[in-house]
């Protein structure tokens, strides 16, 4: 399947942003949709995933309250609302996609979009 990503930008401390993740394929069934981040000269994190049939959903700590992941499974899409931004924030950020459980690790996502840079000016 592919992965394209998009709604990266440049904003100010404070501000909010949607990212968004089409999939190529229908995204119905037993399937994880994640975002991941790399800010430069870092390993790549986990962020948020959802499970795509039961809606569940699970976030990296310093996210939780600020962040919310969501689906539209008629659309195929995976979104991150991304509100009260800190330059922290500053990354590349990918959407992955799995079969099976949540799983932060990114070597279990066999499927990436191409990424979206999302810079949080302070």
């Known amino acids: 399947v592919q992965l394209q990503a998009s709604g990266g930008g440049l904003v100010q401390a404070g501000a909010s942003l949607r990212l968004s993740c089409a999939a190529s394929e229908s995204t119905v069934g037993p399937y994880v949709m994640a975002w991941f981040r790399q800010a430069p000269g870092k390993e790549r994190e986990f962020v948020a995933a959802i499970t795509m049939i039961f809606g569940r959903t699970s976030y990296v700590e310093n996210v939780v309250g600020r962040f919310t992941i969501s689906r539209d499974n008629s659309k195929n899409t995976v979104y991150l609302q991304m509100n009260s931004l800190k330059p922290e924030d500053t990354a590349v950020y990918y959407c992955?996609?799995?079969?099976?459980?949540?799983?932060?690790?990114?070597?279990?996502?066999?499927?990436w979009g191409q990424g979206t840079l999302v810079t949080v000016s302070s």
């Open positions: 992955a996609m799995k079969r099976g459980q949540i799983d932060g690790r990114s070597s279990n996502y066999g499927d």
